[in-house]
């Protein structure tokens, strides 16, 4: 079956604009969650959408948010960019959520603010 | 909030040689994942552990979470240049988000 596709692979934007970037899971998942990944601070939780509701929220400031439609794919949204939130970003799905269950990643969204 | 270490951050071996990554807490998990990235793409689920004490075998890889659930390791037999990669380990805290380690960079030459 066709793995978690996220969209697009690669991002520039420039310090104080917006991004949005979108994450396919896969088929029957209902779980998705959004991962931060940076040198410095490595693999962080953004949040979790479970049916269209999220579930759980990692500590970052409110310009990181999120939502799941009713096919599961799930948009996150960050705005007015910082030159520090250049980072992979990853999205993973799961069947039944984070924690004990396997999760399955996407290849991750590379931005880079300027 | 519960923190995952891992030691050594990075390990370059020759093929053949064995290794062994640490993951270590101050806190009890109820279980860990480990999982293995490589450039360009996301993590890859190898195994959960979850009883302490319990030993996994993945062909040349062997997982132990300790007795007390608050460390766990990974042990590669003989490694080879296709073992090369970020290796993380993650388990759940309160709410059941997942913390992941930082990583062990480890590359292994021909």
């Known amino acids: 079956k066709a793995g978690v596709t996220q969209t697009p692979r690669y991002l520039i934007k420039t310090r104080g604009q917006q991004v949005t970037l979108s994450c396919s899971p896969i088929?029957?998942?209902?779980?998705v969650s959004w991962y931060q990944q940076t040198p410095g601070q490595g693999l962080q939780f953004l949040f979790e959408y479970f049916s269209e509701t999220q579930r759980n929220k990692g500590n970052f400031p409110g310009r990181f948010s999120g939502r799941q439609f009713s096919n599961s794919r799930s948009e996150m949204n960050v705005s007015t960019l910082e030159l520090g939130d250049s980072a992979l970003y990853l999205c993973?799905?799961?069947?039944?959520?984070?924690?004990?269950?396997?999760?399955?990643f996407g290849p991750g969204t590379r931005l880079t603010v300027t | 909030t519960q923190l995952l270490e891992q030691s050594p951050q990075f390990l370059s071996i020759q093929e053949g040689e064995n290794l062994t990554v640490y993951c270590n807490s101050s806190s009890v998990f109820s279980s860990l994942q480990w999982y293995r990235q490589e450039p360009g793409e996301g993590p890859v689920l190898l195994v959960t552990?979850?009883?302490?004490?319990e030993v996994k075998k993945l062909k040349r890889l062997t997982f132990q979470f300790g007795v007390a659930r608050k460390d766990s390791s990974l042990h590669i037999t003989a490694a080879q240049p296709g073992d090369t990669g970020l290796y993380l380990c993650?388990?759940?805290?309160?709410?059941?988000?997942?913390?992941f380690g930082g990583g062990t960079r480890l590359m292994v030459k021909p």
């Open positions: 552990v979850v009883t302490g004490g």
């Open positions: 088929s029957g998942h209902r779980s």
């Open positions: 993973a799905s799961s069947l039944y959520g984070t924690g004990f269950y396997e999760q399955y």
């Open positions: 993650a388990g759940p805290n309160a709410g059941n988000m997942l913390t």
